[in-house]
């Protein structure tokens, strides 16, 4: 399969999970990583054992390895960016509807997804689809980032960008726009998120991308199954990496319909 012309490598094809589901394959690792257990917080926060048991249990049993990522997911308190009748299934394992037809994804696609772009200390990682504001939480509390995030949503941008704020993300860049188009005002990327399913990679995404640069997204039809991709840009080209099958809300906007207009 091609897409906008990139290269496919030869890879091993993993079997991901379709959001809510177990998966059949759970060995989703990239770089080879040594296993340890995510470190231990204070106990004031009284989710505290039921983010410890997700982490343990529903991300880093199924296979994620990256230690900052273990703690990042365990820091971040996600009770915090689901609505209040859905608070007791905050650490559940599967999506949860924020309204406008958009979900929170479940904790263990947070976190692959945040695994697979590979991140590092004073990278700048753009997201698109910003929802609830949590994916945003998570890349923040790796340390060391530039973290932008778009959302097409404007009641969802300005709840999520309110809810940054309070929480003490407030480095987190928020922009209300069609994320098809990027951020071409902070590009380029050292890595990109896709949190939404569009039919096709966007093509100005890929060119904000930096050589070297990772971008990871769902593709495929609306109202189905896509695949999720990890495209690893090589001397200007696209090496792409068929990572299995997931569910994800459509991405929309004039942009993936093929009737916008290009924005700054």
């Avoid at 080209?237 to 929309?252: C, H, I, K, N, Q």
Wanted: negative net charge; proline residues 9%.
């Amino acid at each position: 399969m091609f897409i906008l012309g990139v290269m496919l490598a030869s890879c091993a094809t993993v079997q991901a999970p379709i959001e809510g589901q177990t998966p059949s394959t759970t060995s989703i690792n990239i770089t080879p990583q040594t296993q340890s257990k995510p470190e231990t917080l204070p106990t004031a926060d009284p989710f505290i054992q039921k983010r410890q048991k997700m982490v343990e249990a529903t991300i880093q049993d199924r296979g994620v390895r990256d230690p900052q990522v273990l703690r990042a997911m365990l820091t971040v308190p996600r009770h915090e960016f689901v609505t209040l009748d859905q608070i007791e299934q905050a650490y559940d394992d599967h999506p949860l509807p924020i309204g406008y037809g958009q979900t929170i994804s479940q904790p263990y696609i947070v976190a692959w997804m945040t695994e697979l772009l590979d991140l590092k200390p004073g990278e700048k990682v753009l997201e698109i689809g910003t929802g609830s504001g949590y994916q945003a939480a998570v890349l923040a509390e790796l340390g060391g980032l530039e973290v932008y995030s778009i959302e097409i949503v404007p009641e969802l941008a300005a709840i999520a960008s309110a809810r940054l704020q309070a929480l003490g993300y407030d480095r987190v860049k928020v922009k209300q726009a069609d994320g098809y188009y990027g951020w071409s005002e902070y590009a380029p990327f050292d890595a990109i998120i896709i949190t939404a399913a569009p039919d096709h990679l966007p093509a100005p995404l890929a060119a904000q991308l930096k050589d070297d640069g990772r971008l990871v997204v769902p593709i495929g039809p609306p109202g189905g199954y896509q695949v999720l991709w990890k495209f690893v840009k090589e001397s200007g080209e696209l090496r792409a990496y068929d990572l299995g099958m997931v569910s994800f809300v459509p991405f929309t906007g004039e942009g993936v319909s093929g009737g916008g207009t290009p924005v700054p």
